[in-house]
């Protein structure tokens, strides 16, 4: 059973920096795409960054030149470094990991809230 666990959100100003971090285990998951959604009140979940197998990555205009994502196979981790963070990046982010049979598992979510 593939189980993710993020950990790295919290409280941050405006202009501050944070990292996400997930923690995959129950499979191999090098062999996996796996990214990030985000979810604020109110509003659609939205596609933050994904990264491939061959680390590949993608990003949503709205953090493209903020964000990073990275990922670590032997520790079977998948980062996220959030940099010159802004109010409307606040949202419960949420870790993804899609199989090459197209399913989905997901993290439980951590928040993040950019404020002064």
């Known amino acids: 059973q593939v189980q993710l666990v993020e950990s790295g959100g919290g409280l941050v100003q405006p202009g501050g920096s944070l990292r996400l971090s997930c923690a995959a285990s129950?499979?191999?998951?090098?062999?996996?795409?796996m990214g990030w959604y985000r979810q604020a009140p109110g509003k659609q979940r939205e596609l933050v960054a994904t990264?491939?197998?061959?680390?590949?990555?993608n990003y949503a205009d709205s953090v493209k030149g903020r964000f990073t994502i990275s990922r670590d196979n032997g520790k079977n981790t998948v980062d996220l470094q959030m940099d010159s963070l802004k109010p409307e990046d606040s949202a419960v982010y949420y870790c993804?990991?899609?199989?090459?049979?197209?399913?989905?598992?997901w993290g439980q979510g951590t928040q993040v809230t950019v404020s002064s």
């Open positions: 993804y990991l899609r199989t090459l049979r197209a399913n989905y598992y």
């Open positions: 129950g499979s191999d998951f090098r062999f996996y795409a």
């Open positions: 990264i491939t197998s061959g680390s590949s990555t």
